[in-house]
């Protein structure tokens, strides 16, 4: 019910909006069927009783008469009730004074008034009240004449008259109305296209830092840690180990750059390219063993079809998360948990580590590949929540079988 009223004031507003447009645009046709009734007028009057001072007075009253309907608009902001009696009263000495044009007159200019006032009076009781008005006038111009003869025929003239330019400017009232409103929905549209594209090109923007991200930089940072590893194995002269970590960076060197190739054609054509999710996921924990001797323990369980784009976002989250598990977490073991079913992942991710304080977490709250997993995991319609139990590690938990949202522990 409420928004029903709320309707109505707004289309009562844009109404009281349009009327001076629409007045406005109604000049040229109000003004031509004046200038016609006055034509008319004059050529019956001058056929039948012409007269110098009765066409002076008549052409007077019809100039005034026109010159209010050009500034109707501005006259009946205020008081439209003046506007309405001075033109009626004008109507009704035209009348008397063209006394050979009278039915013409009448029948011809109180119904166009009355049509006026439907862009004024809104309410249909002010409506009626202005047509008995004029009606009232119009009967009082056949007591001053006295011709009752045609009172009836007459009158049944003017109540179809008034019906009909009536129904005319309710009809142009409500074409302007439609096409003022079809002007600002399309107005409304253009700023929302306007907002879709913006939208767009920021979330082109999101997923091509994401892609970067997650290929350039986690396939450097695991070429790094391998270096690191290297480097200490040599120190301490087991030159075996490090040359097998060579072999295995090379590896990882050469998948990183076909990963920043996939990254570089998915932003072309937004596909991905079709691979086997477990044999990735698997290959991906390899090489982390490889690099930090973080001993893994994969329990992996997948059941029916996988969407493309949950192939795409899971592994980059999982190799993220290992990712961050080497870089901060100081831990022995990891625990990696997937399970896929009906389109619906779960995925934990364990480790031994030290585990994030309250510090780490606001400190990390802007951490790059945390923001990442963050988009990633809304993009796939999921919740991302991180459980610190110190000094026994962290728990990631993913979940995209409901849109919960990031729990408050989540960074």
């Not at 009240?129 to 119009?138: K, Q, R, T, W």
């Not at 980059?316 to 009906?342: D, F, K, P």
Request: aromatic share 10%; charged share 20%.
């Amino acid at each position: 019910m409420e928004t029903g009223n709320e309707f109505k004031r707004w289309s009562q507003k844009n109404r009281d909006n349009d009327l001076p447009d629409a007045m406005f645009n109604a000049r040229v046709p109000s003004m031509t069927w004046v200038f016609f009734v006055y034509f008319i007028s004059m050529i019956v009057q001058v056929l039948h009783e012409p007269s110098i001072i009765s066409l002076t007075f008549f052409s007077g009253l019809m100039l005034l008469h026109a010159s209010l309907i050009w500034h109707f608009s501005s006259l009946t902001e205020k008081y439209p009730w003046v506007y309405f009696m001075i033109q009626g009263l004008i109507i009704l000495g035209c009348s008397l004074i063209m006394d050979q044009a009278t039915f013409m007159l009448l029948l011809g200019m109180y119904p166009v008034l009355t049509g006026q006032s439907v862009g004024v009076y809104f309410k249909r009781i002010k409506m009626l009240m202005l047509s008995v008005f004029y009606y009232v006038l119009f009967l009082s111009t056949f007591f001053i004449m006295g011709q009752f003869e045609l009172l009836i025929l007459m009158s049944i003239l003017y109540v179809m008259m008034t019906v009909i330019f009536v129904s005319f400017a309710d009809l142009f009232l409500k074409q302007a109305h439609a096409r003022k409103r079809t002007q600002t929905f399309l107005e409304d549209l253009e700023r929302a296209h306007r907002k879709v594209e913006e939208l767009t090109l920021a979330n082109e923007r999101q997923r091509m830092a994401r892609d970067l991200h997650d290929t350039l930089a986690q396939g450097l940072a695991g070429i790094i840690m391998q270096l690191d590893a290297v480097d200490a194995h040599l120190t301490k002269g087991n030159s075996k180990r490090a040359q097998e970590i060579v072999q295995h960076s090379m590896i990882h060197a050469k998948k990183t750059l076909s990963g920043a190739r996939l990254a570089i054609d998915n932003l072309r054509s937004k596909t991905f390219a079709t691979v086997d999710f477990s044999d990735a996921i698997r290959d991906e924990i390899e090489r982390f063993q490889n690099a930090t001797d973080i001993q893994v323990f994969l329990d992996m369980s997948m059941d029916g079809s996988i969407p493309k784009l949950m192939m795409e976002h899971g592994l980059y989250i999982i190799g993220e998360c290992l990712t961050n598990v080497a870089r901060h977490a100081e831990a022995s073991h990891v625990w990696v948990y997937i399970r896929i079913e009906a389109e619906i992942m779960n995925l934990e991710i364990k480790d031994d580590g030290k585990g994030m304080t309250s510090n780490q977490k606001g400190s990390m709250s802007g951490h790059y590949g945390l923001i990442g997993i963050k988009e990633r995991v809304r993009i796939l319609g999921g919740s991302f929540i991180i459980t610190n139990n110190i000094p026994r590690g962290t728990l990631i938990k993913i979940d995209t079988s409901d849109e919960k949202g990031e729990s408050p522990d989540g960074i």
